[in-house]
């Protein structure tokens, strides 16, 4: 029992973190020997021995002090390290809980509209084959009102679910829920930011549904942006926010950017670079209408391709009316668009 006992005692010299103080021990037993073996007069093979029994004291302190702020600053990185790791988890955590939550919400909604769809095409092929004119206005009464039911449902779960943040108009949010559900069916990650209450656009620059159109124009084309890239990690930001007073939308996304031809005709006719994918180019024709009428601003922005993000759209209600385009390609679309409306800038 004696001899584990020693063993284990001397494993603490074996242990390197204990080096310095086994040398500082060490030194300190040197010396006391060296006092208690005094040989007369031999002041002199005292003085050495106490010489050589500091010098090993001063190894060993500051051997010992060494590893003791190495340790010191090891335990601080690992609890940074920790603190960094566990802050990850939780966020980690709550993204997962906030798919899970988006996920069943959609779940339910595709659930219900495969039921709805069934009594659609039901009532759509009764339609067709309807020549009673009492009949057929029976059954628009009835497809009108399923439709109704339909967004009554799907904004009162958005409101229960808080799946995005609310603008502060229950008919906007319904229609970016369904920009958000569109986006969702093909892989997009669709995010909201709404950081001021929308209804001061409505009372002031746009009528509701001249606001509902511009975001759900803008929003789809991101969509159909994004979808022609081919990319499995699709992203699609809108942005509803008060700058210095100034009201602003935007609509920013990762799929492909502009032609410069698009952008040479946007607002003076129809133009789509997505027409394979269902655009139509209608969307900015009825944006510019609705921009001219409250003068605000559109500005489109590129980004070098290693941003998040290629392109934010931004309608800027500044009573300016600009036209502005800022870009990190500035002089290569100086040089194909030639428009005096349209002012070009560096991003």
Not at 59 to 72: D, K, M, P
Not at 209 to 225: F, N, P, Y
């Amino acid at each position: 029992m004696k001899i584990k006992r020693l063993k284990n005692g001397l494993a603490f010299f074996n242990n390197s973190d204990n080096f310095g103080i086994g040398l500082l021990i060490s030194g300190f037993i040197f010396l006391i020997i060296a006092l208690l073996a005094q040989d007369g007069d031999n002041y002199k093979s005292i003085f050495v021995y106490m010489f050589i029994g500091l010098i090993i004291c001063c190894i060993g302190a500051v051997i010992w002090i060494r590893t003791n702020i190495t340790r010191y600053y090891k335990n601080r990185l690992q609890q940074k390290a920790d603190e960094h790791f566990n802050s990850v988890i939780a966020e980690k955590n709550s993204n997962i809980e906030e798919l899970t939550k988006s996920n069943a919400f959609l779940s339910k909604i595709v659930h219900r509209d495969n039921h709805l769809m069934s009594s659609l095409q039901y009532s759509l092929e009764e339609l067709c084959n309807c020549n009673d004119k009492q009949k057929e206005s029976k059954i628009i009464t009835e497809l009108l009102t399923l439709a109704k039911e339909r967004n009554e449902l799907v904004q009162k779960e958005q409101a229960e679910n808080k799946v995005l943040a609310s603008t502060g108009n229950s008919v906007i949010d319904g229609a970016l829920l369904n920009m958000y559900i569109k986006a969702s069916a093909h892989e997009i990650n669709f995010d909201l930011i709404a950081n001021t209450d929308i209804n001061y656009l409505i009372n002031h620059f746009l009528s509701q549904t001249e606001l509902e159109t511009l975001l759900c124009d803008h929003i789809k084309d991101a969509v159909i942006a994004v979808e022609s890239t081919g990319k499995r990690n699709g992203n699609i930001l809108t942005s509803v926010s008060s700058v210095d007073g100034i009201y602003e939308i935007s609509v920013s996304d990762n799929g492909i950017e502009f032609e410069t031809d698009t952008l040479q005709k946007l607002g003076t006719e129809r133009v789509t670079t997505h027409k394979e994918s269902g655009g139509n180019g209608i969307g900015f024709m009825t944006t510019f209408d609705s921009l001219k009428n409250s003068k605000a601003s559109l500005i489109i922005t590129e980004y070098e391709p290693d941003k998040p993000f290629t392109k934010t759209v931004t309608f800027r209600f500044d009573g300016q009316g600009n036209f502005i385009i800022r870009s990190y390609r500035c002089e290569i679309l100086k040089e194909k668009i030639v428009r005096e409306d349209i002012l070009i800038t560096y991003n």
